[in-house]
C-alpha cells in the first residue's frame, strides 16, 4: 500500500498508552523486571495516553467507502514479547493499527521514512531530536491532562507560528534584537513568504485532507493558529499560507496574551509549540506536545 497520500502518525508506545508506572519500573529496577511485568500483565487493558485522542480520531478519518486518508504506526523500543500488551491494549480499543516498529531498544528514527511518518510524536526526548534532524516532525508529548475537556468529533489540532509552521528566523530577531527590531524586520518583509518550519508538512497534508472530506461533505479537520505574535506582525503570517495554499481555519494573534485560555476554549486533540513556558501551561488543560528547540536557540 502506498501512504505518500495518507496523514502517516508514528505513535510510541508510551505516548499512547499511559506506561509511565511501567517506565518508572524499567528505570528503577531495569529490562527483566520490565520484561516479567509485562508478560505477567499481558491481559491487563492499559489506559489511555496522552496521544490517544488524537490518534482515535485520525483513525476516524478513514471511511469504507472512500480511499484510505490517515494511518497509525506503533513505534515502539520495546522488543517483541514485551509488546503482546499493547497489541491487547489496541486490540481492546478496537484502534484500527496493523503496523508497528519494535526496535527492541536501538533508536526509531531511521525508520521514520521507511513507513512515510509525517508527524512522530513520542514521550523521550532523544527520539523526537533525532527525527526532527531527520525533517520528520516530532514532538515530546507531556502527560495527559488529569481533567480534559472533552475533545470535538472533527479533529483539531493548535499550532504555534514561529519553528512550527514557519522557521525560527524572525524569532531570532526578537531574541538578539528585541521586540521593536522584531516589529520593524516583519512589517518590511510582510510580503515576503515565511520558509517553512517543521510542521508545515503536516499542515499542507491537514489542508489536502480537508479539501477532499469537503468535497464528500464531510468537514473532519479543523485547525488553528495560536501565536504570540500581534499586529502588524501577523500580515507577514496571513499572507505566507495565503502563498502556501493552505487554510488555517481559526487564528489567534494573541501579542504576548497567554495561550491557554484560548486553547481551552478551542479543545484540540493536540498543541504544538517549541516554547517549554508556553506547553507547561497549556499541558494542564489540553492534550500538548513541545517541538524541542535547536541548539544555540534561547527560549523566550
Known amino acids: 500500500m502506498d501512504l505518500s497520500d495518507c496523514l502517516v502518525v508514528g505513535v510510541s508506545s508510551r505516548a499512547l498508552f499511559d506506561l509511565r508506572r511501567e517506565d518508572a519500573l524499567f528505570v528503577n529496577a531495569g529490562l527483566a523486571a520490565y520484561r516479567a511485568e509485562q508478560l505477567a500483565r499481558e491481559d491487563e487493558i492499559l489506559p489511555p495516553g496522552t496521544g490517544f485522542p488524537l490518534v482515535r480520531a485520525v483513525l476516524d478519518l478513514n471511511d469504507p467507502a472512500h480511499q484510505r486518508r490517515a494511518e497509525v504506526v506503533v513505534m515502539s523500543r520495546n ?33 521514520l521514512r521507511a513507513f512515510n511518518v509525517d508527524l512522530f510524536l513520542s514521550c523521550y526526548e532523544d527520539d523526537v531530536r533525532r527525527a526532527l534532524e531527520g525533517g520528520v516532525a516530532a ?41 521593536e527590531a522584531f516589529a520593524r524586520h516583519e512589517a518590511e518583509r510582510a510580503r515576503e513568504p515565511l520558509a517553512e518550519g517543521p510542521f508545515a508538512r503536516v499542515l499542507h497534508k491537514l489542508s489536502a485532507l480537508q479539501q477532499a472530506a469537503r468535497q464528500e461533505g464531510a468537514t473532519p479537520i479543523r485547525t488553528a493558529l495560536v501565536t504570540a505574535r500581534g499586529g502588524p506582525a501577523h500580515e507577514r503570517v496571513i499572507r505566507t499560507l495565503l502563498a502556501w495554499g493552505v487554510v488555517v481555519d481559526e487564528a489567534f494573534f494573541l501579542g504576548g496574551v497567554p495561550k491557554t485560555e484560548i486553547l481551552a476554549a478551542f479543545r484540540p486533540h493536540i498543541f504544538f509549540d517549541d ?23 534561547t527560549e523566550r
Not at 480534559?148 to 528566523?169: H, K, T, V, Y
Open 139 to 179: 514532538a515530546l508529548l507531556y502527560d495527559r491532562p488529569e481533567d480534559p475537556r472533552e475533545a470535538a468529533d472533527e479533529i483539531r489540532i493548535a499550532f504555534d507560528g514561529d519553528a512550527i509552521l514557519f522557521s525560527d528566523e524572525s524569532e531570532r530577531i526578537f531574541q538578539a534584537d528585541g521586540l
Open 275 to 297: 516554547q517549554a513556558t508556553h506547553c507547561e501551561r497549556a499541558a494542564s488543560r489540553v492534550p500538548t506536545g513541545r517541538v524541542p528547540v535547536v541548539p544555540g536557540k
Open 79 to 111: 522488543s517483541t514479547e514485551t509488546s503482546l500488551r499493547i497489541f491487547n491494549s489496541i486490540r481492546h480499543y478496537d484502534l484500527d493499527i496493523s503496523r508497528a516498529a519494535l526496535s527492541g531498544g536501538a533508536p526509531l528514527a531511521p525508520y
